[in-house]
């Protein structure tokens, strides 16, 4: 058994690469890596720990569930390593998937990020641990080198982004979850992204969580095709580190989210960042996908944006939220959804436009810390209601995060954000 979560106050870490050679901590390279955990409670049982993953009631996961469990679906988690020994994890973890060239230290998480990260998307809960949202799905894992792996032969042997992206591309993973970033871009890892695509993986990054210091555009999340998601917490509140601009494509949960303390895997902490964020819209899209086995990686997008909770526009996304939260209860519950055509990308404006500024010019590639796009918007700040007719025990909260107010829709609760419009 573990002990129960303790509390703590920093953000979950936000990993990145550059050049495809290394991978480095967004806040590390400002100075503030917030990888904190406090006052474990060693005496507290595991079986406490699910309680606390409050997104899965607020989802609707056990309706969810009825229908699909994510069965059939492998999802890719490049990561700091899985440990597949975990109560929750094992029979979970698809290690002898893993290329031979890219597998090395798989299975050896040196941070328990990874472990996590496969434990939010398919965890069975097993021994009080956390449960995945899709928990008939199955983990192949990719361990890469960030910061924290200080053993140089370590670092050495172990693949870094773009080959651990290509060696997922030439897979049967539908999915691809990247839940972490850097401030750089990279050709090699550009490249190996537009390979993922052309073998039709849908792939999910988080987008950082700098948004209160110098908020960088973050990378693997602003590559083209690949799905930005940003943070959320209980009561529908973007978290106030959750990094914003024109490459955030959706929100999901990632506040008081349950992961473990660090690499002994004997407790977890409360934890909070967008790397959470990214894992649970993976494992929303592995349900939709095993519901719906012939879709594209296309249509299984399409189907999480359609239903997003939103009040605007859906062709104006916003800055903060892009589509809106994710619901894959909504496309559950309609057995006949209709995803629109299979060879119709989603985000085609976002890929074909990049990453811009306020006044709409990308920033300079050479650049890896190019500020992200402002706040000024295109189509100024509006108050908006609820547009749903789901209001079933609805929470509604306010929140400052600039001078307009917006309704988004998680499960069957409402909430408000304040957010600006992408300068399109």
């Not at 472990?115 to 809960?125: D, S």
């Not at 052309?198 to 209160?212: I, T």
């Amino acid at each position: 058994m573990v002990a129960l979560i303790s509390r703590r106050g920093g953000q979950d870490a936000f990993f990145g690469g550059r050049n495809g050679k290394r991978v480095s901590a967004v806040c590390s390279a400002l100075g503030a890596l917030a990888i904190l955990s406090a006052g474990l409670a060693p005496s507290a049982s595991a079986a406490d720990v699910q309680p606390q993953q409050w997104y899965l009631s607020a989802m609707k996961a056990d309706e969810m569930w009825k229908v699909s469990t994510g069965q059939g679906i492998k999802v890719a988690v490049i990561d700091s390593g899985i440990n597949a020994a975990t109560p929750s994890l094992k029979g979970q973890v698809l290690s002898g998937e893993v290329p031979s060239a890219v597998a090395y230290g798989a299975t050896s998480d040196y941070k328990g990020h990874g472990t996590t990260m496969a434990e939010l998307i398919a965890g069975t809960g097993q021994g009080g641990g956390l449960k995945g949202l899709a928990p008939g799905a199955k983990i192949v894992p990719y361990r890469i080198a960030f910061d924290d792996l200080k053993d140089k032969a370590e670092r050495e042997k172990t693949a870094n982004s773009a080959q651990a992206i290509r060696a997922a591309a030439d897979s049967d993973v539908k999915i691809i979850n990247m839940s972490y970033g850097s401030p750089g871009d990279s050709a090699e890892e550009a490249a190996a992204i537009k390979y993922a695509q052309s073998k039709g993986k849908l792939m999910f990054a988080a987008v950082g969580n700098n948004a209160e210091k110098k908020n960088l555009i973050g990378y693997p999340a602003a590559y083209p095709y690949v799905v930005g998601v940003a943070a959320s917490d209980k009561s529908g509140t973007v978290g106030k580190f959750s990094e914003y601009g024109n490459y955030v494509d959706l929100a999901a949960p990632g506040l008081s989210i349950p992961g473990w303390c660090d690499v002994t895997f004997r407790s977890y902490c409360d934890r909070e960042g967008t790397s959470m964020s990214a894992a649970i819209a993976s494992g929303s899209a592995a349900l939709i996908w095993s519901a719906h086995p012939k879709w594209t990686a296309n249509q299984v997008l399409a189907s999480l944006i359609d239903t997003a909770g939103r009040d605007w526009a859906k062709n104006d996304p916003s800055t903060y939220l892009g589509y809106g939260l994710i619901r894959p209860r909504k496309v559950l519950e309609q057995r006949n959804f209709n995803p629109g055509p299979a060879d119709t990308d989603p985000l085609a404006r976002e890929n074909a436009t990049g990453v811009t500024d306020a006044t709409g010019n990308a920033p300079s590639a050479s650049t890896p810390t190019s500020p992200q796009p402002t706040k000024a918007t295109a189509g100024g700040k509006t108050s908006a209601a609820a547009s749903t007719s789901d209001t079933s025990g609805n929470t509604t909260m306010w929140v400052a995060l600039g001078a307009a107010a917006a309704v988004l829709v998680i499960g069957g609760g409402a909430f408000a954000v304040l957010r600006s419009r992408r300068a399109t």
